[in-house]
């Protein structure tokens, strides 16, 4: 999103303000040389753009994540470790025949003072999986048979079937609780200021600038949160957001860009804080003939070398993947299968004449404008694949142009950067998963493999773990032939902060993206 003349001058009297507020301050208290951490204070958050929409059970992207991670929590959420955190629930318990999971919940408060209980456990749970709910993980969910709420702090899940990544759905932003009487009132309003159980409570939304919440004070954390409170600036030009941090504009800043990423993190004043978990790759629409056969996915992935992506779209920062995205130490993971493609180009016009087409063909490569590491992936890829006689057409909208194409399934091949939403192997269903939704965000257009399709279903409810270790095991073979998706590299995820700022984690692996729930951990000196 690019920022009128009008707003970059109005950015600059709101940082002189600060700036002046701020010396003024240190004056004061004659601290200015040797400032402490204290409670208090604002922190602001330059973000990448402004979220379409705050409605709690969609994922709406990064930049909208971050701020609910503020204003909303769930039964459970990812801690800064990356492991499952109770927050609403204070405990829960399993059936051996894991059909009914029974959650306690705590003694919570949500924004207007009221408690949180089983019911708006249930009218949360409920809206969100609704037949005629947008929810993102409607369909995960829809596993819950019925909500019983035998007391005010008492909730019980019955399941139709074993589901064994529940909870870890119920841990995502998606899954906040809110309570029932504003589901009444306002639960078809995506415009509807929320309410939540958070840190902070929503106080204003400046659209176009910035939009800011405030302390909570009856959040069930004692101690908690620090600030009070945080200013999400919107960025949408990459050169800005990172200029705001260097100036002291803003305290923090998302999605670093690789070409800034040694600055900042030489700088004195300045610190980054990076992760590699999310990854790189291209997603094919098997609809468009060539793209239908594996051979031909294949083909494509021993044809490019991952160094020229890394070197041209991430200044060098980043690993070569060979194999599926799947992170040490996760499930599926084998350190053999983590290579199987190798960059070769004449065993790639090999797949080529086996599969009809020797002479390569034309396609249109999907990506974006707006972030440069989309636009120069799609870059390398064209020049990669021009060597093996397929000639890339690029199409670079802007990135919700992108995003209306992808879900429309509006494209031959398109490149994505992503990761899984949870710590669970069944992220991959979100990606590999067809049937009757062909079309989605995550997933290879039109794709749809009964084999696959049966493995992941084994996996989510196979209660064994050695069991379904070997399911997974079978499944990557399985995916690996079928190639609906080439894999490039895991790229580093970097947030740039100011040395002033204490508390902020980058939450490892797939879950960098949820890293905004960290705020409530915040200090500034």
């Not at 899954?175 to 009444?184: D, H, K, R």
């Not at 908690?224 to 200013?231: A, N, R, S, W």
């Not at 705001?244 to 993190?265: H, M, N, Q, R, T």
């Amino acid at each position: 999103m690019a920022i009128s003349h009008q707003q970059s001058e109005a950015k600059k009297g709101y940082s002189m303000k600060r700036k002046i507020f701020g010396l003024a301050l240190a004056l004061a208290s004659g601290v200015f040389a040797h400032q402490a951490l204290a409670d208090g204070g604002t922190l602001y958050f330059g973000i990448s753009g402004e979220p379409s929409t705050l409605e709690s059970t969609i994922n709406a992207g990064t930049p909208a994540r971050t701020i609910r991670l503020a204003i909303h929590r769930g039964l459970f959420n990812y801690g800064p470790d990356g492991k499952l955190s109770l927050e609403l629930a204070e405990g829960y318990d399993v059936t051996p025949d894991a059909l009914t999971y029974t959650f306690k919940l705590r003694g919570a408060k949500f924004h207007d003072g009221s408690p949180v209980t089983s019911a708006d456990v249930k009218a949360s749970i409920e809206r969100m999986t609704a037949k005629d709910s947008k929810a993102t993980y409607r369909n995960e969910l829809g596993v819950i048979q019925s909500i019983e709420t035998p007391d005010a702090k008492t909730v019980k899940l019955v399941l139709s079937k074993p589901f064994v990544p529940l909870v870890h759905y119920l841990a995502l932003p998606e899954s906040a609780i809110i309570p029932a009487a504003w589901i009444a009132e306002h639960g078809t309003d995506p415009n509807a200021t929320p309410i939540g159980a958070g840190p902070f409570k929503f106080a204003n939304w400046e659209r176009g600038r910035e939009l800011t919440v405030e302390k909570f004070d009856g959040y069930y954390k004692e101690g908690k949160p620090h600030l009070d409170g945080v200013h999400y600036v919107f960025y949408g030009d990459e050169n800005t957001r990172v200029n705001a941090l260097k100036s002291g504009d803003v305290d923090i800043i998302d999605y670093v860009p690789w070409k800034d990423a040694a600055s900042i993190e030489s700088s004195s004043d300045l610190q980054l804080a990076s992760t590699t978990g999310p990854f790189m790759m291209l997603q094919f629409n098997t609809k468009f003939e060539p793209f239908s056969k594996p051979e031909v996915r294949q083909a494509i992935s021993y044809a490019i070398d991952r160094a020229t992506v890394i070197n041209t779209a991430f200044n060098g920062r980043g690993t070569p993947l060979f194999g599926i995205a799947i992170p040490e130490g996760y499930m599926g993971y084998s350190k053999e299968k983590a290579n199987f493609f190798k960059h070769d180009v004449a065993k790639a016009k090999e797949l080529l004449v086996k599969a009809g087409y020797p002479d390569g063909f034309e396609a249109r490569l999907l990506s974006t404008s707006q972030y440069g590491f989309h636009n120069n992936t799609a870059i390398a890829v064209q020049a990669e694949l021009a060597k093996i006689g397929i000639k890339v057409k690029l199409d670079l909208p802007d990135w919700s142009g992108r995003i209306a194409k992808n879900n429309a399934g509006d494209y031959d091949f398109l490149v994505a950067g992503t990761a899984g939403d949870i710590a669970d192997p069944d992220w991959l269903s979100n990606f590999f998963y067809g049937g009757q939704q062909l079309v989605r965000l995550n997933n290879s257009a039109y794709f749809n493999d009964t084999v696959i399709n049966d493995l992941l279903d084994k996996g989510r409810v196979t209660l064994d773990a050695g069991e379904r270790e070997k399911i997974y095991g079978e499944f990557v073979d399985r995916a690996l032939e079928q190639s609906p998706f080439v894999y490039l590299m895991w790229r580093d995820q970097s947030f740039g902060l100011s040395k002033k700022v204490k508390g902020f984690t980058n939450i490892p692996g797939f879950l960098t993206f949820q890293s905004g729930i960290t705020v409530e951990d915040v200090e500034v000196e």
